[in-house]
């Protein structure tokens, strides 16, 4: 579902990448790598829709590090609801490359990818962030 008007992030991109890639339809590391460098954390990503959407699931193509691993660990989905964030899904050693997330449905005019450990102490990737 590509209805955001923004999209925005905790941290800097590194490496030049740009933040709307997150969102392009490219599935693998080949133009849509999403580095960020920083040791603050939590770490998230955001979507801000157009308009209020009802949605009930986030898929995630989670990029490898070199070492073949997922860099997301440990993560939650959270949407805005009544100007404050709900977490729908609370992930914990996640071992998946492409995450698929359902949740009960919900209408929101945000959902953020809310990450709280990752493989290496400084960084995380991001290919995809799709929403239905």
């Known amino acids: 579902m590509n209805v955001t008007s923004q999209v925005s992030s905790s941290t800097a991109i590194a490496w030049g990448g740009k933040l709307r890639n997150i969102i392009n339809g490219v599935t693998d590391d080949s133009q849509t790598l999403m580095d960020y460098v920083t040791t603050e954390k939590p770490q998230w990503i955001q979507l801000d829709f157009a308009g209020p959407r009802k949605i009930q699931q986030a898929v995630i193509y989670n990029a490898n590090d070199a070492a073949a691993k997922p860099t ?18 609370d ?26 450990k990752q493989v290496a102490v400084d960084r995380f990737a991001v290919n995809e962030f799709e929403v239905y």
């Not at 949407?79 to 729908?88: F, M």
């Open 72 to 89: 997301l660990v440990d993560y939650q989905l959270q949407v805005k609801k009544d100007g404050r964030w709900v977490t729908v899904a």
């Open 91 to 116: 992930r914990k050693n996640n071992g998946a490359v492409v995450i698929k997330e359902k949740f009960d449905p919900v209408e929101t005019g945000a959902i953020r990818l809310f990450i709280t």
